[in-house]
């Protein structure tokens, strides 16, 4: 399974752009890269979805080099209920481990 | 769709009860996924199903616990006895494999307390 690499924490203020970048070099040819959103109290929710170049959905963007050994996953005008822990996942979708995630704290 | 329902939402038992959590994957989803989360441990994958069939429980701690799937729409984690270490949020997921796009489904969660 590949492992994940992503900064403990991140502070940002409301209506800034916020990227989060996770390193996965041992991704496999198979492996999709998933990010999830997880606030207190609540199970964690499915973001966005990935395999290379650029996926960009209502709620964020994702983007992955031609090398996929990282993926950022980008924010756009973070509002204070944004603060939540934001995981990155690599797999097949079979067998789905969760690392630390980052935790994002946006202030007013 | 109700999304993956669980319950109960909050249990507290004493240490050396049997504990029976309980999850409804939504219909049609072919994978349910059973995690445990805790300040000190994060998310950690106890066992996965596919098609009802237990495909990896290495994540599971011990022999005190085990899961089930009988049918396509209910599955059972239980704890037998149980301790205080085993306090913790359990969830339950499901997805459809084979169709990428949308990931898991978590449910709300069980709060379980062992005192």
């Known amino acids: 399974l590949a492992k994940t690499t992503q900064p403990i924490s991140m502070d940002s203020y409301e209506g800034q752009e916020v990227n989060i970048t996770c390193s996965h070099n041992n991704i496999a040819t198979n492996d999709y890269i998933t990010w999830y959103q997880q606030f207190p109290s609540q199970g964690p929710r499915f973001i966005i979805q990935g395999y290379k170049t650029k996926v960009t959905n209502e709620v964020a963007s994702l983007f992955i080099p031609a090398d996929r050994k990282s993926s950022t996953l980008s924010l756009p005008r973070v509002s204070l209920s944004d603060t939540a822990v934001y995981y990155c996942l690599v797999g097949d979708n079979n067998d789905m481990r969760f690392g630390a995630g980052t935790r994002l704290t946006v202030k007013p | 769709d109700a999304g993956v329902i669980q319950s109960p939402r909050h249990e507290v038992t004493e240490m050396g009860q049997e504990v029976t959590l309980r999850c409804k994957p939504i219909s049609g989803h072919n994978s349910l996924f059973w995690y445990r989360q805790t300040m000190m441990r994060g998310l950690e994958l106890l066992i996965y199903?596919?098609?009802?069939?237990?495909?990896?429980d290495s994540g599971m701690p011990e022999d005190r616990f085990s899961a089930k799937m009988p049918n396509a729409s209910f599955s059972t984690l239980k704890i037998q006895p149980s301790e205080p270490r085993d306090s913790a949020v359990y969830f339950c997921?499901?997805?459809?494999?084979?169709?990428?796009?949308?990931?898991?489904?978590f449910g709300s969660g069980t709060r379980l307390t062992v005192v």
């Open positions: 997921a499901s997805s459809l494999v084979g169709v990428r796009q949308w990931g898991y489904t």
């Open positions: 199903f596919n098609n009802n069939v237990p495909i990896d």
